[in-house]
Nanobody, 124 residues
């Protein structure tokens, strides 16, 4: 069984930065395509960024392009999301997700494994 644990969320002012991390246990992380999703109250869970098994390919949602960077370190079984120039509309619970058989632009329903989520709040 794969377990995903997020960390790094918190409260930040608009224009600030946060770095989210996701730790993978149970199986080596290089088995999985991994992604970050977010969900604001009353809204659907939405893809933020995705990264291929070895990190060679990435995909970003249009609303974060140029402001976030997804990366992974399979030697440490971790994945990260560096978020800069944060906006109040980035406020949401951010989830780490992993799956063996997904495309980088697949929606949340395609993912097998999820973390518990970490809250990101951006104040104006």
């Amino acid at each position: 069984q794969v377990q995903l644990v997020e960390s790094g969320g918190g409260l930040v002012q608009a224009g600030g930065s946060l770095r989210l991390s996701c730790g993978v246990s149970g199986r080596p992380s290089n088995n999985y395509v991994m992604s970050w999703f977010r969900q604001a109250p009353g809204k659907d869970r939405t893809l933020v960024a995705a990264i291929s098994r070895r990190g060679y390919n990435v995909r970003y949602a249009d609303f974060v392009k140029g402001r976030v960077t997804i990366s992974r370190d399979n030697t440490k079984n971790t994945m990260n999301l560096q978020m800069n120039t944060l906006k109040p509309e980035d406020t949401a619970v951010y989830y780490c997700a992993a799956s063996t058989e997904v495309a980088l632009d697949d929606s949340s329903g395609a993912y097998e494994y999820w973390g518990q989520g970490t809250q990101v709040t951006v104040s104006s």
